[in-house]
Nanobody, 118 residues
């Protein structure tokens, strides 16, 4: 069974930065496109950043230029660097396979909470 463990969230002021990490175990991580998702209270989970096996990246419009996704295939980790954070970035953040290119692993990890507030 695949395990997804997200970490790095916290409380940050608007304009601040956070670096989220996701450790994946139990699967051939390197062959899958990966993504970070977020779910704000009362909203559906949305994909915010994706990264292909070779390293090409793509972003949801609201985070372009502020977030950066990367991966380390040797360590089975995916990272999301978040800069210039806004209150609307407040959500629980999750990593998983990129749902646009096949299924996702279940169960999802516990996620990591990001709160952007002054």
């Amino acid at each position: 069974q695949v395990q997804l463990v997200e970490s790095g969230g916290g409380l940050v002021q608007p304009g601040g930065s956070l670096r989220l990490s996701c450790a994946v175990s139990g699967s051939r991580f390197s062959i899958y496109a990966m993504a970070w998702y977020r779910q704000a209270p009362g909203k559906q989970r949305e994909l915010v950043a994706g990264i292909f096996t070779g390293g090409n990246t793509n972003y949801e419009d609201s985070v372009k230029g502020r977030f950066s996704i990367s991966r380390d295939n040797a360590k089975n980790t995916v990272t999301l660097q978040m800069n210039s954070l806004k209150p609307e970035d407040t959500a629980v953040y999750y990593c998983n396979r990129d749902s646009r290119f096949g299924g996702v692993w279940t169960p999802w990890g516990q996620g990591t909470q990001v709160i952007v507030s002054s």
